[in-house]
C-alpha cells in the first residue's frame, strides 16, 4: 500500500499558474504509473496526465501545452505544473498511482486538493 498526499492548490486568476504536488509514503522499485485526476460534483472523474517510471507521459488534450507532469526519481512522487489556467480547469484535482507488485497492479488515490481558477 502506498499513501498519497496532495499539496498546492488553491485559488488563481485565470491566466495565472499552480504547482501540484503528491507525495507516496514509500519508494516503488517496480513498474508504475503516477497520474493526476479531476472531478468536479456530479461528474466523471477524469485523466489531466501521467507518467510512469520511465519518463513517458501523457496528456488530456485539454491540458496539453499548459500543463507539465514530473516526477522525482527516487522517490514515490510527482508535480503538475499548470500554466495558464482556465476557469474550465476547476476541479479537485487527486493523485493516483498504479504500481505492479507481485503478483498484481495496485491503484491508490490521494484524497484530492481544490484548484478554482476564477477572476
Known amino acids: 500500500q502506498v499513501q498519497l498526499a496532495e499539496s498546492g492548490g ?5 491566466g495565472g499558474s499552480l504547482r501540484l504536488s503528491c507525495a507516496g509514503s514509500g519508494t516503488i522499485t517496480s513498474s508504475y504509473t503516477m497520474g493526476w485526476y479531476r472531478q468536479n460534483p456530479g461528474e466523471q472523474r477524469e485523466l ?4 510512469t517510471n520511465d519518463g513517458s507521459t501523457t496528456y488530456a ?3 496539453k501545452s499548459r500543463f507539465t ?4 526519481n527516487a522517490k514515490t512522487a510527482v508535480t503538475l505544473q ?4 482556465k476557469p474550465e480547469d476547476t476541479a479537485v484535482y487527486y ?8 503478483p498484481r ?4 488515490w490521494g484524497q484530492g486538493t481544490q484548484v478554482t ?3
Request: hydrophobic letters at 40%; a negative charge; glycine letters at 2%.
Open 95 to 102: 493523485c493516483n498511482v498504479e504500481f505492479y507488485r507481485f
Open 48 to 51: 489531466v496526465a501521467t507518467i
Open 82 to 85: 499548470m500554466n495558464n489556467l
Open 61 to 63: 488534450d485539454s491540458v
Open 117 to 119: 481558477v476564477s477572476s
Open 105 to 108: 497492479w495496485y491503484t491508490n
Open 10 to 14: 488553491g485559488l488563481v486568476q485565470p
Open 69 to 72: 507532469i514530473s516526477r522525482e
